[in-house]
């Protein structure tokens, strides 16, 4: 075992102690740790060949596919830097990401490169070399020199850089929702220790089998493969088009473990689950949101066997909470209490400890906590600070304070402990005085049974400050959504000034994200676009 545990010892100590055993699936390939490791070392040396410094930037613009897998341990091993490009991201965003990382080398394909378009590589002037993992379609006009995958993993090992576990690792750009997309600075040690976190109390193990069905940049979806790894365990790599697919594969791969988004988790419980998909399942895991009561039910009675593990994570701390199996039933609202290794405070605006059940920021302090965001020491400052005095880190004559990640989101801790997310501070709605979150909203609207999607959010009104608007689609087996049934619902389950002013109709799937997250200010933005026309069209 390596005295410093990197992020491609992962691999290594797994390929060490168990060579033959399957480390990644990907469609009808299957690679056991030993033929991954190798496949590592090769085009990591061909990254050394490049001539390229220590903690140089290396892009991968790819689906969730082997070639992405081995670029990003392979930029590790070479003590360089990966950056993960979302796959679903279109020029603009990708070119900004290589601009502001800096990127020298651009891992993806053909197809993909030629899709962006020429004036690319103009803005880019910091692209060294373009690697492509499958033949172009026809030459890349003004791109840098173009090498392919084959040749790439022929190259014979060499020792890399010589790297700290403090040192970057990688470089996960949020999904920019509301402007330029951040750049998180992960280290080793960040990746590491919050795959030994998670592995821990998923109670990860050899026997196995991950899917990954989550983009591979996102830091949710990047750790399947560090707790997989960690474990030994197997990694199902998968790209679905309809959720439909996804159970396919569950069942064919027989999974044993599923962690995905709650819009995922909300399509997936409109459908006929067939029990063959989840035969095998262990457990599931949410995060990035809340998931519905009325979801998590459904999914518990397609999988009954199956831990359901309730998690609350930012980028910035790669993970903060997870809610122990069993406590769903007597908090299925809470997203639990703090990870392994990290520490959860809730404060109120002065900095003070807030009392239980008080609204208050969500921090957290350790050694999951990031690096901070990329060329960026403003916003750096304003989402890393110390604690104040008198707080669990804050310790009196310690000369460099520790820097803990104040996540913007609002969130409340019960008598026990427990957290219960409220909302993010930038998305609540004020109106008529309250503050109002739009998930608490939306999980009474699913409680109906009578939407499929839906999102909540504020419109400025003249009197109230915002008015709460909502968007739906109508549940699955419906042919349309019944709007005055809805809000009659609504009146019957919520205090008068939490009811929608206007639910509008919209045909499903709603927008995601990159991330694969129900895009709330996206449709709360094409929302205004819409009613300011109408306000323009002549009476």
Request: hydrophobic content about 45%; glycine content about 8%.
């Amino acid at each position: 075992m390596s005295p410093t545990r990197l992020l491609d010892t992962l691999l290594f100590e797994a390929a060490a102690t168990a060579p033959q055993a399957c480390a990644l699936v990907d469609g009808a390939q299957r690679h056991s740790y030993e033929s991954l490791a190798h496949e590592v070392d090769s085009l990591a040396a061909a990254l050394i060949a490049q001539g390229l410094p220590r903690a140089a930037r290396v892009a991968i613009y790819l689906e969730n596919r082997r070639e992405c897998v081995v670029a990003a341990f392979a930029a590790a091993r070479a003590g360089l830097v990966f950056v993960p490009i979302n796959a679903v991201l279109k020029t603009a965003q990708v070119q900004q990401i290589l601009q502001d990382s800096g990127a020298a080398v651009l891992i993806s394909s053909g197809a993909r490169l030629q899709a962006l378009g020429t004036t690319l590589w103009q803005a880019c002037p910091a692209v060294q070399a373009v690697w492509l993992v499958d033949p172009a379609s026809g030459a890349l006009a003004g791109a840098p020199p173009a090498a392919h995958w084959p040749e790439l993993a022929r190259t014979p090992a060499r020792a890399g850089h010589r790297v700290l576990d403090s040192d970057m690792a990688a470089i996960l750009y949020t999904s920019g929702s509301t402007g330029r997309a951040k750049g998180v600075v992960l280290s080793h040690r960040n990746l590491v220790l919050g795959a030994t976190s998670v592995a821990s109390y998923l109670d990860n193990r050899a026997g196995d089998r991950l899917l990954a069905a989550l983009p591979l940049s996102f830091d949710a979806g990047f750790s399947q493969l560090t707790t997989a790894f960690h474990a030994r365990a197997c990694v199902v790599l998968h790209n679905y088009l309809l959720p439909r697919d996804l159970l396919a594969t569950m069942a064919h791969e027989r999974i044993t473990g599923l962690t995905a988004v709650p819009s995922l988790y909300i399509q997936l419980a409109q459908l006929d689950l067939p029990a063959a998909s989840a035969a095998a399942l262990r457990y599931f895991a949410n995060t990035g949101g809340r998931m519905p009561r009325q979801t998590l039910q459904r999914l518990r009675q397609w999988a009954p066997a199956a831990k359901p593990f309730l998690m609350y994570g930012l980028t910035e701390a790669f993970r903060s909470t997870y809610l122990p199996p069993e406590q769903v039933d007597l908090r299925p609202d809470s997203i639990g209490r703090a990870i392994p290794n990290a520490e959860i405070l809730v404060l109120r605006a002065d900095g003070s400890l807030a009392d239980d059940d008080e609204p208050g920021e969500l921090v957290h302090r350790g050694p999951l906590v990031a690096q901070g965001y990329w060329r960026d020491p403003v916003r750096t400052a304003e989402r890393y600070r110390p604690l104040p005095p008198g707080l669990p880190g804050s310790v009196a004559g310690l000369p460099l304070p520790e820097l803990a990640v104040y996540s913007g989101d609002t969130v409340r801790r019960d008598a026990d402990g427990y957290l219960y997310f409220i909302g993010r501070r930038d998305e609540m709605i004020k109106s008529s005085g309250y503050r109002i979150s739009p998930t608490e909203v939306e999980e009474v609207l699913y409680g109906t049974g009578l939407v499929g999607e839906c999102a909540a959010f504020g419109a400025a009104h003249g009197t109230l400050g915002q008015s709460v608007q909502v968007v739906a689609t109508a549940p699955g087996d419906a042919a349309a959504l019944d709007v005055a049934a809805l809000l009659a619902a609504c009146r019957a389950r919520m205090p008068g000034y939490m009811v929608p002013a206007a639910i509008e109709p919209l045909a499903g799937p709603l927008p995601r994200n990159p991330n694969g997250k129900i895009d709330r200010q996206r449709l709360a933005a094409e929302w205004a676009t819409r009613h300011a026309a109408k306000d323009l069209e002549p009476s």
